[in-house]
């Protein structure tokens, strides 16, 4: 027999699961791990062949004068002076993180009032619907211990015909390969193949979803379907 689960232990579990990490939890570990990454990871990334593969991937960002764009896995922001100027005096950037040294660094970069840092863990971000023309995740999708919570998040973050884009500067068999040689906190942090990665994104309402995977590069490209409330909403 199952045993029942009542509402309330339900909720506690949502609660504790969600906004209330403590030390030991999976997510506070991870979390630890990259506040004590900050330093290094800056460092590692002012080099210009960083500077020139960040480069080749940001071509494929769709990026228009006037857009309200989520920046999340932001880490220390180093995507602000490419995407800032190309937003225009009407644009928003939201960057976001849980953690708080790699924003901290990432403040430092900009001190635009068109630039927003929040803290907060990407699978719950507790902003309101439709805010975003464009999601992007720069080398954090593997770390997302629930992609699918993630990707109904980001759905539902974006507006209608919304664009999220998840990138690398690396191929998704080389990332792998990578992690796996990493700390046990993110060793198993990976890329689905395609296959799993296009009946994700489908399951959480994305469509026109385009895959790009050479050695030197990871982009995709998806376009949130409006849900029938959206639509009563926004058509
Ligand atoms: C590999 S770094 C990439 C940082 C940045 N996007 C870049 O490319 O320079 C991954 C970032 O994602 C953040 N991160 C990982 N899991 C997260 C989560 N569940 N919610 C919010 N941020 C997360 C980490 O704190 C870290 O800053």
Same mark, same amino acid.
């Given at each position: 027999?199952?045993?029942?689960?009542?509402?309330?232990?339900?909720?506690?579990?949502?609660?504790?699961?969600?906004?209330?990490?403590?030390?030991?939890?999976?997510?506070?570990?991870?979390?630890?791990?990259?506040?004590?990454?900050?330093?290094?990871?800056?460092?590692?990334?002012?080099?210009?062949?960083?500077?020139?593969?960040?480069?080749?991937?940001?071509?494929?960002?769709?990026?228009?004068?006037?857009?309200?764009?989520?920046?999340?896995?932001?880490?220390?922001?180093?995507?602000?002076?490419?995407?800032?100027?190309? +937003?225009?005096?009407?644009?928003? @950037?939201?960057?976001?993180?849980?953690?708080?040294?790699?924003? $901290? &660094? #990432? %403040?430092? /970069?900009?001190?635009?009032?068109?630039?927003?840092?929040?803290?907060?863990?990407?699978?719950?971000?507790?902003?309101?619907?439709?805010?975003?023309?464009?999601?992007?995740?720069?080398?954090?999708?593997?770390?997302?211990?629930?992609?699918?919570?993630?990707? +109904?998040?980001?759905?539902?973050? @974006?507006?209608?015909?919304?664009?999220?884009?998840?990138?690398? $500067? &690396? #191929? %998704?068999? /080389?990332?792998?390969?990578?992690?796996?040689?990493?700390?046990?906190?993110?060793?198993?942090?990976?890329?689905?193949?395609?296959?799993?990665?296009?009946?994700?994104?489908?399951?959480?309402?994305?469509?026109?979803?385009?895959?790009?995977?050479?050695?030197?590069?990871?982009?995709?490209?998806?376009?949130?379907?409006?849900?029938?409330?959206?639509?009563?909403?926004?058509?």
């Amino acid at each position: 027999m199952v045993d029942e689960v009542k509402p309330l232990e339900r909720k506690e579990g949502l609660v504790k699961r969600f906004f209330n990490p403590k030390p030991g939890d999976e997510m506070m570990t991870k979390r630890q791990f990259f506040e004590n990454l900050a330093d290094e990871w800056e460092q590692k990334h002012a080099t210009p062949q960083e500077e020139e593969n960040l480069q080749a991937v940001i071509q494929h960002f769709p990026l228009a004068p006037g857009q309200v764009v989520l920046d999340i896995g932001c880490g220390t922001g180093r995507l602000i002076p490419h995407l800032l100027p190309q +937003l225009g005096p009407e644009g928003w @950037l939201v960057e976001a993180d849980f953690s708080f040294q790699m924003l $901290s &660094l #990432g %403040r430092t /970069r900009s001190a635009s009032d068109q630039v927003l840092f929040l803290q907060s863990d990407a699978q719950a971000l507790g902003l309101q619907d439709n805010l975003f023309d464009l999601i992007i995740c720069l080398a954090l999708f593997p770390h997302l211990d629930h992609k699918l919570a993630a990707l +109904l998040e980001f759905h539902r973050l @974006l507006r209608p015909d919304g664009m999220l884009v998840i990138a690398h $500067s &690396l #191929g %998704r068999e /080389r990332l792998n390969k990578l992690h796996a040689q990493k700390s046990a906190v993110i060793r198993h942090d990976l890329l689905p193949a395609e296959a799993e990665m296009k009946q994700l994104l489908t399951r959480a309402g994305f469509k026109e979803i385009i895959i790009i995977d050479t050695p030197e590069m990871y982009v995709v490209k998806a376009v949130a379907v409006a849900t029938e409330a959206q639509k009563d909403i926004w058509v």
